[in-house]
DNA sequence: ATGGCAGCCCGAGGCTGA
């Protein structure tokens, strides 16, 4: 089984984009963040058209997040539990059956948090407190999970082009890191670590200052997989050229397969 | 040279993102 993550900046802005994808890459589960677009406005029927169903979570502008999948999901779910009120559409999950047993796969858009001294940091922190709930429970419930989008997070300096650079940035707090640390310490395993220890491994490349150009990036589009899931992960990677395409994303997508 | 972008909104520049 094939999961993929891609924060699309704007899912009407990238539909060619997202079609070739799908096409070339052919992912089982291709899980979407920042749609900036409402549920109504959802490209579904060009996405069917390609061979994929649509769990979409949007908002109006902003944020907004979905599950593509080939198959039917046994179950959809909209929401972190404890965000009841929480007017931003940043997590939904959709648990697809496999021939290992059902995997469950969550799409989520962690907030951004800058900048560190308004409310939108401790919104941050608050929901990766509600995350590293919901993934304590499905770590006791033994569910095969992955939790996978972007968590605007650096979670170490050998992960972004110049570290010093995000020193006091929300993205690589010790308080955001922290919390990353401990969502890993439930025993979830990061797939492209589990893969390699390289530095300059990147997902997100900044529209300004020639940043893709010059090969500046940081890694913050990440898959967390729960102990079931990570015995049978084979492979990850990044989607790199996807940043070089005409009018892109400023992030790439991330892949897994699983056995 | 230390800045350089790209979306959204219901229509222009302000907000947001990372």
Known sequence: MRIATWNVNSVRQRLPHLLDYLGKAAPDVLCLQE??????????AEIEAAGYRSAVHG????????????AEPLEVRIGLPGDEGDVQS???EAVMAGPAGPVRVASIYLPNGNPPDTDKFPYKLGFMDRLIRRASELIQA?????????????PEPRDAYDAAAWTG??????????RFRTLLNLGLTEAVRATTDAAG???????????????RGI?????????????????????KHVRAADKPSDHVPVRIDLG
């Open 201 to 215: 491994v990147y997902s997100f490349w900044d529209y300004q200052a020639g940043a893709w150009q010059k090969d």
């Open 35 to 44: 749609l900036k677009c409402v549920d109504d406005a959802f490209p579904r």
């Open 90 to 92: 940043r997590y939904i």
């Open 142 to 154: 033994e569910d095969c999970f992955v939790l996978a989008g972007d968590y605007n997070v650096i």
């Open 219 to 239: 890694r913050i589009d990440h898959l967390l997989l729960s102990p079931r899931a990570a015995d049978r992960l084979r492979s990850a990677a990044i989607d």
């Open 169 to 178: 940035d929300a993205l690589f707090l010790p308080d955001t890191r922290r």
């Open 59 to 70: 908002q109006k502008g902003f944020n907004g997040v979905a599950i593509l999948t080939r």
